[in-house]
């Protein structure tokens, strides 16, 4: 069976008696280099050298982008909209200019927090030549009264958005953002939070839905294409 053959390779390679040429055979005609996916000899033993580390989204620096200009990015939420002002440069790492939490207390009403995530996503499109406007697009909710609370706070952000000239808002799934920022799109919260602020190289650790926020702009530079 190949099990066994991969447990005699494994032996001789802890014994010293690794074979030399990838192309040589094991007991009973396996080829080293043949071995069945998912094995525990490792290839870099069979083969004689040092294995790849894998890539990580910030070994080469500072990724590039095409886009050029403040995106403001936003993760809308009833009680706890995250916004972050993020500019983009050629040849230069993205600078996070502003970010905020807009967090409404339960006691209040609805349409209070929603006066407030328009004020919020208002003032930085008032103070900040905004190029772009970004939001974090919902996927999955609990039940049909969550989901209508995500929208109108969605809409909110929305609609200030629009009445200072950005008709045009860009919607990621959460899936894409972190493919795009972390490179998996199954991240962590808190892979994802680590990824944005050293990106950003940010000294502070961000809040949580700041963090969404930054990370929703950042993914919109690195796909945007003209």
């Known amino acids: 069976m190949a099990s066994k053959h991969v447990r005699q390779l494994w032996a001789a390679k802890l014994a010293g008696k690794a074979a030399s040429a990838p192309g040589a055979k094991a007991a009973g005609g396996l080829r080293l280099d043949e071995l069945p996916v998912g094995s525990l ?36 939420s009833l009680r706890g909209t995250g916004l972050a002002l993020i500019e983009f440069a050629p040849g230069r790492a993205p600078v996070l200019l502003r970010c905020r939490t807009v967090s409404v207390p339960a006691k209040r009403s609805m349409a209070f927090a929603l006066g407030e995530i328009s004020a919020a996503v208002t003032a930085f499109l008032r103070d900040f ?12 909710v609990q039940n049909f009264q969550t989901a209508q609370i995500l929208g109108a706070a969605r809409g909110a952000a929305i609609a200030a958005a629009a009445l200072h000239g950005h008709e045009d808002v860009w919607e990621y799934p959460p899936l894409r ?50």
């Open 41 to 76: 000899v490792p290839v870099s033993a069979l083969r004689g050298k040092a294995a790849a580390p894998a890539a990580h989204p910030l070994a080469d620096g500072p990724r590039r982008q095409s886009f050029a200009g403040q995106v403001l990015g936003i993760d809308p």
């Open 129 to 140: 030549e905004v190029r772009h406007v970004a939001l974090e697009q919902t996927i999955y």
């Open 177 to 226: 953002v972190k493919q795009a920022v972390v490179g998996v799109g199954r991240a962590s919260k808190e892979q994802m939070a680590r990824t944005v602020m050293a990106l950003l190289g940010h000294g502070r650790a961000l809040a949580s839905d700041e963090a969404d926020a930054a990370g929703v702009a950042l993914c919109h530079a690195f796909t945007w294409r003209e």
